[in-house]
Nanobody, 122 residues
Framework: QLQLVESGGGLVQPGGSLRLSCAASGFALGFDAIGWFRQAPGKEREGISCISSTGGSTNYADSVKGRFTISRDHAKNTVYLQMNSLQSEDTAVYYC???????????????WGKGTLVTVSS
């Protein structure tokens, strides 16, 4: 079993930055590609970024491309999401999830964290 715990959310002003962390513990062979998803109030959960098991491949949704950066530290079993130039539309609960391959398909994700709230407001 793999456990994922997100942290780093909070309140930030428009134009500000936050770094989210996704700490993994336990073991699940093959499920080590990590994706970040978010769900805004009244909206469906959407995939916004993912990183392969090695960290050599990353992908971003158009809505965050150029503003968000995903990375991973294997020594710490942690994946990060650096979020810059935050806008009110980025307000959501952010989740990390594990799957076999980097992707944004909700149904491919097997393990999920409980989420961390990001609020962008002045």
């Amino acid at each position: 079993q793999l456990q994922l715990v997100e942290s780093g959310g909070g309140l930030v002003q428009p134009g500000g930055s936050l770094r989210l962390s996704c700490a993994a513990s336990g073991f699940a062979l093959g499920f080590d590609a990590i994706g970040w998803f978010r769900q805004a109030p009244g909206k469906e959960r959407e995939g916004i970024s993912c990183i392969s098991s090695t960290g050599g491949s990353t992908n971003y949704a158009d809505s965050v491309k150029g503003r968000f950066t995903i990375s991973r530290d294997h020594a710490k079993n942690t994946v990060y999401l650096q979020m810059n130039s935050l806008q009110s539309e980025d307000t959501a609960v952010y989740y990390c999830a594990a799957s076999r391959l980097c992707g944004f398909n909700y149904y491919d994700m097997v393990y999920w964290g409980k989420g961390t709230l990001v609020t962008v407001s002045s």
